[in-house]
T-cell receptor, first 117, second 113 residues
Framework: AQTVTQSQPEMSVQEAETVTLSCTYD???????LFWYKQPPSRQMILVIR??????QNATENRFSVNFQKAAKSFSLKISDSQLGDTAMYFC??????????????FGKGTHLIIQP | DVKVTQSSRYLVKRTGEKVFLECVQD?????MFWYRQDPGLGLRLIYF???????EKGDIPEGYSVSREKKERFSLILESASTNQTSMYLC????????????FGNGTRLTVT
């Protein structure tokens, strides 16, 4: 079974700062996918970024980037030039690479990120 | 854009009632999921389905059942609701075979009194 650990229950930064959210995971799988989802107060879960474990290059999406350290089983999310709209719960999630994703995602407990004006 | 629709945003039920939570997706996705979200616990998988009439238990299936009679619809059933089932319930869907991301509905906040 997989486990995902987010060690920061809550973080608060000033607008325009850079913030890094931590995520570690444990698995015996060699082929897998990692995700960061954002859940704003509207409750809609929004995919932020996705990383394939077989790719060494870190994924980026505009102001969002990851630091993927496969050997250390670490998958942190960096948000640059943070904006008020980034205030949300952030969930790190793991998907096995086999089985077509039919058994879904394993989630961490989440980090509540607050961007202060 | 994929749309996953959950029939109710808020629901209040009494202990012992049978409760149905409905979820519909419009993108012909093979996989569908029900998660429960509680503060400090993240999202936990209740049941999932990879095809019509197929269902598999997730991590916390006790007290729940599911039904998938049509590809686009996945129902979560609380046979006899209890107060410890008060929670946020999230439905999701994904394409099969390629480990595509999950697309989520807006959630149903269920209160059992």
């Amino acid at each position: 079974a997989q486990t995902v650990t987010q060690s920061q229950p809550e973080m608060s930064v000033q607008e325009a700062e850079t913030v890094t959210l931590s995520c570690t995971y444990d698995t015996s799988e060699n082929n897998y996918y990692l995700f960061w989802y954002k859940q704003p107060p509207s409750r809609q879960m929004i995919l932020v970024i996705r990383q394939e474990a077989y790719k060494q290059q870190n994924a980026t999406e505009n102001r969002f980037s990851v630091n993927f350290q496969k050997a250390a089983k670490s998958f942190s999310l960096k948000i640059s030039d943070s904006q008020l709209g980034d205030t949300a719960m952030y969930f790190c999630a793991f998907m096995k690479g086999t089985g077509g994703g039919a058994d879904g995602l394993t989630f961490g407990k989440g980090t509540h990120l607050i961007i202060q004006p | 854009d994929v749309k996953v629709t959950q029939s109710s945003r808020y629901l209040v039920k009494r202990t012992g009632e049978k409760v149905f939570l409905e979820c519909v997706q419009d993108m012909d996705h093979e996989n569908m999921f029900w998660y429960r979200q509680d503060p400090g616990l993240g999202l936990r998988l209740i049941y999932f389905s990879y095809d019509v009439k197929m269902k598999e238990k997730g991590d916390i299936p006790e007290g729940y059942s599911v039904s998938r009679e049509k590809k686009e619809r996945f129902s979560l059933i609380l046979e006899s609701a209890s107060t410890n089932q008060t929670s946020m319930y999230l439905c999701a869907s994904s394409r099969g075979l390629d480990r595509s991301p999950l697309h989520f509905g807006n959630g149903t906040r269920l209160t059992v009194t």
